[in-house]
C-alpha cells in the first residue's frame, strides 16, 4: 500500500494539515498513520492522547496500511509484556 499518507482524497489531506489546529489524524515518528481517539490523564502533566492505527481512510475507504506493516514499522510489543 505505497504512498504518501493525504494523497488519497483531499479531505483527509485537510484533515492532518492542522494549520489552525492540532490535527486528530498524524504520522508519528515510526511512520504509521494514527488517529487520537481520547485523552488520558498522566502523572502531574497536561493530559495525553491516546493514538491507535488508522487502516482505511476515515473519508474515502481507502486502504493505507496494514496491520502487519504496523507491527512491522512500530515494533511489536506484545512480547515485552
Same mark, same amino acid.
Given at each position: *500500500? /505505497? @504512498?504518501?499518507f493525504?494523497?488519497?482524497? /483531499?479531505e483527509?489531506?485537510d /484533515? *492532518?494539515?492542522? !494549520? #489552525?489546529? =492540532? %490535527?486528530?489524524?498524524t504520522?508519528? $515518528?515510526d511512520?504509521?498513520?494514527?488517529m487520537?481517539v @481520547?485523552? &488520558? #490523564?498522566? !502523572?502531574d502533566e !497536561? %493530559?495525553? *492522547? &491516546?493514538d491507535?492505527?488508522?487502516?482505511?481512510c %476515515?473519508f474515502? @475507504?481507502?486502504g493505507?496500511?496494514?496491520p =502487519?506493516e504496523?507491527? =512491522?514499522?512500530a515494533?511489536d $510489543? !506484545?512480547?515485552? /509484556?
Open positions: *500500500m /505505497a @504512498g504518501t493525504g494523497s488519497c482524497c /483531499a483527509l489531506k /484533515a *492532518m494539515s492542522g !494549520e #489552525e489546529f =492540532e %490535527p486528530l489524524i504520522v508519528g $515518528d511512520n504509521v498513520l494514527y487520537s @481520547g485523552l &488520558v #490523564e498522566l !502523572e !497536561e %493530559p495525553g *492522547m &491516546v491507535h492505527p488508522v487502516f482505511f %476515515p474515502c @475507504g481507502k493505507l496500511q496494514t =502487519e504496523v507491527r =512491522e514499522k515494533g $510489543d !506484545e512480547d515485552d /509484556a
